[in-house]
């Protein structure tokens, strides 16, 4: 019988990218590991070791692989719609929550004592948190070291680390050469005016539909396509500036530029841009499934790889989600522009156009409620909006994937004016739920021939728990006159 490790190599052997980010493989001739889609020879069986993330691999003591860079694998998506406290804070981790507030913070986020977490992530990664998170932050700082021109210093400073020194000795004692050394052996990297990250994902990726979808929800003076690029502004924390972001043509990358305003900030913009562009997502687990049903699977031959958007901002997604009820996109999208065209901030960018910041929750809280009935709304709708505004702006509402999901629907549901078709509208999208599912959606109603959503319920109940996608894939059908 063949051992789960025998079945890792078999997945090695084929170069199967459905695997990739889902294990790596550690040579104890080299002391390298790779990802599963490594184009070095196969090494011999007996000499290989498989570990479900790099930083179990390096705290067995290998180095990241110079030619498959571990640190472009996609992620491992979640497969259920229960998170568990693990997932949540990884995810945390990764968007730099050490470096806030420090384990004891992170620990208070979730309820608990920080031996507690440590134990939790230690029983589902394998490693201390802070292993975790120095994994992380030493693999961002080889790709910018990689891939950009960065000066050393910055680049510490912007992959978390607090100081030079401390780069310094983590990147030789792990790696075994210098941030340097591994500069030097990069010297075609050429000279760019703006910063350069390369993030992998697993194809297909249907990117003409995703980006079509997100500027049709943006506010044109945020977001929009300039030549083949999808750009926007954004904030993070005190930090704005713009993105532009590209399929690279020859490998299954994005290549993103960055303002360098945003270097600050830089590990949990990598975090949002996955959230974004739903990169951890395995179209080929996903397509398989949802394939069986008829009423899909023309959706699935026409758009492959379709994928379920997510947020740079959660509130930003929530307020586009409260303004589009029971209107069309097109009428929605106007009013969003409206509100970014006043609540919004000034910002210079290389684009055409697009100028103008999204509104922030702070703004649109503290500036009363006349200015957004000014902006079309009704009084009732207006109410709403202010009450999402200030929910998010106490602190008593969280939009993010990392949120408890169960919470967060609770505490959304509980504010007059929003129903069930915007709190799962918003858990697809904000909270990245794969399973959320808007059953009394109109369109989606009409697609599948039913009158009430009950009967759209059961219908769907053959999709978990990648009823978000298939709703994306019903909406694509229909956009396209299906």
């Known amino acids: 019988m063949k051992t789960e490790a025998d079945k890792l190599y078999e997945a090695l052997?084929?170069?199967?990218?459905?695997?990739?980010?889902?294990?790596?493989?550690?040579?104890?001739?080299?002391?390298?590991?790779?990802?599963?889609?490594?184009?070095?020879?196969?090494?011999?069986?007996?000499?290989?070791?498989?570990?479900?993330?790099?930083?179990?691999?390096?705290?067995?003591?290998?180095?990241?692989?110079?030619?498959?860079?571990?640190?472009?694998?996609?992620?491992?998506?979640?497969?259920?719609?229960?998170?568990?406290?693990?997932?949540?804070?990884?995810?945390?981790?990764?968007?730099?929550?050490?470096?806030?507030?420090?384990?004891?913070?992170?620990?208070?986020?979730?309820?608990?004592?920080?031996?507690?977490?440590?134990?939790?992530?230690?029983?589902?990664?394998?490693?201390?948190?802070?292993?975790?998170?120095?994994?992380?932050?030493?693999?961002?700082?080889?790709?910018?070291?990689?891939?950009?021109?960065?000066?050393?210093?910055?680049?510490?400073?912007?992959?978390?680390?607090?100081?030079?020194?401390?780069?310094?000795?983590?990147?030789?004692?792990?790696?075994?050469?210098?941030?340097?050394?591994?500069?030097?052996?990069?010297?075609?990297?050429?000279?760019?005016?703006c910063i350069t990250l390369k993030l992998g994902y697993r194809p297909p990726l249907a990117w003409i539909a995703l980006t079509a979808f997100l500027v049709a929800r943006g506010a044109p003076r945020s977001e929009a396509m300039h030549a083949e690029r999808y750009a926007r502004s954004l904030r993070i924390n005190a930090c704005t500036g713009w993105i532009a972001v590209r399929p690279d043509p020859r490998r299954d990358l994005l290549q993103v530029e960055v303002a360098p305003t945003l270097l600050p900030v830089l590990a949990p913009l990598r975090t949002r841009l996955r959230q974004l562009?739903?990169?951890?997502?395995?179209?080929?687990?996903?397509?398989?499934?949802?394939?069986?049903?008829?009423?899909?699977?023309?959706?699935?031959?026409?758009?492959?790889?379709?994928?379920?958007?997510?947020?740079?901002?959660?509130?930003e997604l929530a307020l586009r989600a409260v303004l589009g009820q029971q209107i069309s996109v097109k009428a929605a999208t106007t009013l969003f522009s409206r509100f970014t065209e006043f609540f919004g901030e000034a910002l210079e960018t290389p684009f055409p156009g697009l100028n103008r910041l999204p509104p922030t929750a702070t703004a649109i809280a503290d500036a009363g409620l006349q200015p957004i009935i000014e902006r079309g709304l009704t009084r009732k709708r207006a109410e709403t909006v202010q009450r999402l505004a200030q929910a998010v702006a106490s602190g008593a509402l969280t939009l993010a994937p990392t949120a408890d999901r169960d919470d967060t629907l609770a505490v959304l549901a509980a504010i007059p004016g929003i129903g069930p078709w915007t709190t799962q509208y918003i858990a697809m999208r904000a909270l990245a739920d794969p399973d959320a599912f808007p059953a009394s959606d109109l369109a989606l109603l009409k697609a599948l021939s039913v009158k009430r959503g009950a009967a759209l319920d059961a219908r769907a109940e053959q999709w978990r728990p990648w009823r978000a996608y298939a709703a994306m894939h019903l909406w694509h059908h229909m956009a396209q006159g299906g």
Do not use: W
């Not at 804070?89 to 050490?98: F, Q």
């Not at 790709?143 to 912007?158: G, N, P, V, Y």
């Not at 899909?296 to 997510?310: D, F, N, W």
């Open 277 to 315: 562009f739903d990169m951890d997502a395995n179209p080929g687990v996903i397509d398989a499934h949802l394939g069986a049903d008829p009423r899909l699977a023309a959706s699935m031959a026409a758009t492959p790889g379709l994928r379920v958007p997510g947020a740079l901002d959660g509130f």
């Open 13 to 193: 052997k084929a170069r199967d990218t459905r695997f990739d980010g889902l294990f790596f493989v550690a040579v104890s001739t080299t002391g390298i590991y790779c990802r599963p889609v490594c184009a070095v020879r196969l090494p011999r069986r007996e000499r290989c070791s498989f570990y479900p993330s790099a930083a179990q691999a390096e705290a067995a003591g290998y180095r990241p692989c110079l030619r498959c860079r571990p640190e472009l694998a996609p992620g491992a998506a979640a497969t259920d719609a229960v998170r568990r406290v693990s997932d949540r804070a990884v995810a945390r981790i990764e968007a730099g929550a050490l470096a806030d507030g420090g384990l004891p913070g992170l620990a208070a986020e979730f309820g608990l004592s920080t031996r507690q977490l440590r134990r939790v992530i230690e029983q589902e990664y394998g490693v201390t948190p802070i292993a975790l998170a120095q994994t992380r932050r030493l693999l961002l700082a080889k790709q910018m070291l990689t891939d950009t021109r960065l000066r050393i210093a910055d680049i510490a400073f912007a992959s978390g680390f607090s100081s030079v020194r401390r780069f310094n000795h983590l990147f030789r004692t792990r790696y075994r050469l210098s941030p340097s050394d591994l500069r030097r052996d990069r010297a075609h990297v050429r000279s760019e005016a």
